[in-house]
């Protein structure tokens, strides 16, 4: 293996060995493999904001099969999606390419200014298709935070005794935030060091803005001059707040948005340490010929071919 995937397992020397390989198994895969950066495909949108928002723009993406091959094709390390697409998929693709099974869900059919996950899969489900890792949402910031802690608490302990990683989809959202606190450095530096103490091998957040929400934390940013002004020195202070960057913090893509607009955000993850990407919308809602070359950009964005 690559010395920077030695590495990085080293930080995981409390796992047992079936996770570390796993782990390993995501870090050597596709185009970035060996290099320490990751890009996975995620294609959970279809549960949670439904199948024509998700898959209208690009109606090849209502296939599940389709979302494997691009994954596989473009390289990615992974795909990770809810346990209909991933059973869709897994015994012609969990040889191929590591799955990701999304064990909770969310859907947008009932408004819930404070939500909390449905548990939609098992890890069990994800041993008997053949995954690499569990994927699991919390919101912290929810009022339902107890029960969320409670069952990511019950549900790693399960995954880790089969041998199988965990990734947790960490996004601040309730009630006491404001819809700009969502992203807020502060926030998102919080909800980082959440997943990381809840014993998350890989966490994944959505890139920070420069507004801080919580009165005492902007006193302290102030006083210790911490620096948040780009985009780079925010993803920079997220990984930090992940046990000194040794936890796996990679970052969402978000809505679809222009390429140019994605391309300068993927540089500054890089240049901050971000360990890579999970991009779905600004991937599958494209023809797959274009999909393809925007994957290739964003995979030589972290690996520096691109600078």
Known sequence: MQARVNEILSWYAHENPGVRTNIARLLNH?????????????????????????????????????????????????????????????????????????????????????PMPALTASPRDALR??????????????????????????VTEEAKSYGLAV???????????SKEGETAVDVVAYAAHIAAQM??????????TAHIELAEAKKVYEKHAIPISTLAERVRHVVQSAFDGKRIVIFSGGPAKDDAE??????????????????????????????????ATVMDIYSGKIK
Not at 131 to 154: D, H, K, W
Not at 167 to 177: A, C, E, H, I
């Open 262 to 295: 994605v391309f300068n955000e993927l540089r500054a993850i890089r240049d901050g340490g971000g360990f890579g990407s999970i991009i779905g919308r600004n991937s599958f809602q494209r023809p797959k010929d274009k999909a393809l070359e925007f994957l």
């Open 129 to 154: 298709l053949g995954c690499v890792a569990i994927g699991y949402t919390i919101y912290p910031g929810s009022a339902n935070f107890r029960a969320m802690y409670e069952q990511l608490r019950q």
């Open 30 to 114: 596709g185009k970035l493999g060996g290099t320490g950066k990751l890009v996975i495909l995620p294609v959970d949108q279809g549960f949670e904001h439904g199948p024509a928002r998700s898959f209208a723009p690009n109606p090849a993406g209502y296939d599940p099969e389709y979302h494997a091959q691009l994954a596989l094709e473009s390289g990615c390390n992974a795909y990770a999606a809810p346990l209909g697409f991933i059973e869709a998929v897994a015994a012609k693709y969990a040889a191929e390419i590591p799955l990701i099974l999304k064990i909770n869900s969310h859907e947008i059919l009932h408004d819930e200014k404070d």
């Open 167 to 177: 990734v947790v989809w960490s996004y601040p959202r309730g009630s006491t935030l």
């Open 199 to 208: 014993g998350a091998n890989l966490i994944k957040v959505k890139p920070p």
